[in-house]
Structures are given as structure tokens and as C-alpha cells.
């Protein structure tokens, strides 16, 4: 595997494969595990991690300050857990592209230093 934004493609693709059924609970509960399995085997990171900042994002974007896990805000404003995956995934393609956007702005200084 490339890295997890591939394995989140394929996972979009065919949920039930790596998920064993259409759910964001099952989502987050595979990530952990794939997150738990790379540090125990000592797997170096290539990249950022894919969802660096997502939990943060996810929380700026439905105006929520708790503790909640992505995954729980998500399915709170979602009908069912197929519901919450789906919206997973659209999200999801939006704070990549955010990202994208953020880090293809140039910073110039300003010409008096200030």
C-alpha cells in the first residue's frame, strides 16, 4: 500500500472488503488498527498522514467544541452509520482539497519587514 489516501480510495470503493460492512464506526475502528499496526511494526512514515488536522477540521466545520471523535460528529449529522461513510469520504475530499489550497498559497514577506 502507498499510503492512506490510497487505502481510503480502495476502502470507498469496496467498503465491505475492509470493512466488513458500510460503516463509519467500523471506519474508525480499522484506522486505529492500521495506525496501531504501523507503529508496532515500526513502519517509518513516508508522508503526513493523511487526516493530520482532520478532527480539527471536521470540528471547525459543524461549529462543535467537545471531545467527540471525527467519526461521532459525523454520525451525529448523518441518518445511519452507511449515511455517516458516505458523508465520511465527501468530507473528507474536501479537506484534502482545503489542504491543497492552504499549502499552494505563497507566502511573500511584506516589504517593510512588518
Not at 499510503?3 to 481510503?8: D, F, I, M, P, Q
Not at 498522514?49 to 470540528?59: K, P, R, S, T
Not at 451525529?76 to 498559497?105: H, I, P, T, V
Request: charged share 25%; proline share 3%; hydrophobic share 40%.
Amino acid at each position: 500500500m502507498d499510503n492512506l489516501s490510497e487505502l481510503l480510495k480502495k476502502i470507498k470503493n469496496k467498503p465491505s472488503v475492509y470493512l466488513g460492512k458500510a460503516s463509519i464506526s467500523c471506519l474508525q475502528a480499522f484506522l486505529s488498527g492500521y495506525n496501531v499496526a504501523q507503529y508496532q511494526l515500526g513502519v517509518p512514515l513516508k508522508e503526513e498522514n493523511a487526516l493530520d488536522g482532520f478532527q480539527e477540521w471536521i470540528q471547525k466545520k459543524f461549529n462543535i467544541d467537545s471531545s467527540q471523535s471525527w467519526a461521532n460528529i459525523i454520525l451525529f449529522f448523518s441518518q445511519d452509520e452507511r449515511d455517516a461513510l458516505n458523508s465520511f469520504f465527501e468530507l473528507f475530499e474536501e479537506f484534502c482539497q482545503s489542504k491543497a489550497g492552504e499549502s499552494g498559497k505563497v507566502r511573500t514577506a511584506h516589504p517593510t519587514g512588518i
